[in-house]
T-cell receptor, first 111, second 114 residues
Framework: NAGVTQTPKFQVLKTGQSMTLQCAQDMNHNSMYWYRQDPGMGLRLIYY???????DKGEVPNGYNVSRLNKREFSLRLESAAPSQTSVYFCASEGQIYEQYFGPGTRLTVT | GNSVTQMEGPVTLSEEAFLTINCTYT??????LFWYVQYPGEGLQLLLK?????DKGSNKGFEATYRKETTSFHLEKGSVQVSDSAVYFCALSERGTSYGKLTFGQGTILTVHP
């Protein structure tokens, strides 16, 4: 049972480049989330998906898009990366009693 | 809106000392409350939870009680170990919508020395 997996673990981009962060869960959860974690800011919600086929914006959606490909997979795309998007990105899925399970994170640097 | 306030860190303790990390919250409804732990270089792990007033969550020697009257969910451990060194996040989950948005505190860094 892998839980929540994320790829890649590390990424360096130049300003203006694009990339997709991948997330998958094997717990048959309906809801999935993308957060970013910055020093002194805690975790902030970027996008979420309450179920397959639906996505909604969180607190800080600008500069990002998401796709809920199927029940297992929820990807986050940066179309034109900016230095302000340097962060650690976490994907999570939600269990039966509203607890969330987090992946190991992707450490992204935009130069 | 909802908010979570944690005591500021960092907190530095000697092994076997007693730990308290304060957490208070503001919520419009009846949230579920959580403590998460993050070890260096890793994602967040659920440490314990409480879903209603007076519930006590516990795990790995850590405890926290959901106090509605004081809107608090303080984390305690009687005897900390070096391996408890990590960042601890208090969080609440808002229901009544189609998703369980987690609102996090800022995190408290705990360092335990031998």
């Amino acid at each position: 049972n892998a839980g929540v997996t994320q790829t890649p673990k590390f990424q360096v981009l130049k300003t203006g480049q694009s990339m997709t962060l991948q997330c998958a869960q094997d717990m048959n959860h309906n809801s999935m989330y993308w957060y970013r974690q910055d020093p002194g800011m805690g975790l902030r919600l970027i996008y979420y998906s309450a179920s397959e086929g639906t996505t909604d914006k969180g607190e800080v959606p600008n500069g990002y898009n998401v796709s809920r490909l199927n029940k297992r997979e929820f990807s986050l795309r940066l179309e034109s990366a900016a230095p302000s998007q340097t962060s650690v990105y976490f994907c999570a899925s939600e269990g039966q009693i509203y607890e969330q399970y987090f992946g190991p994170g992707t450490r992204l640097t935009v130069t | 809106g909802n908010s979570v306030t944690q005591m500021e860190g960092p907190v530095t303790l000697s092994e076997e000392a007693f730990l308290t990390i304060n957490c208070t919250y503001t919520a419009t409804g009846y949230p579920s409350l959580f403590w998460y732990v993050q070890y260096p270089g890793e994602g967040l792990q659920l440490l314990l939870k409480a879903t209603k007033a007076d519930d006590k969550g516990s795990n790995k020697g850590f405890e926290a009680t959901y106090r509605k009257e004081t809107t608090s969910f303080h984390l305690e451990k009687g005897s900390v170990q070096v391996s408890d060194s990590a960042v601890y996040f208090c969080a609440l989950s808002e229901r009544g919508t189609s998703y369980g948005k987690l609102t996090f505190g800022q995190g408290t860094i705990l360092t335990v020395h031998p």
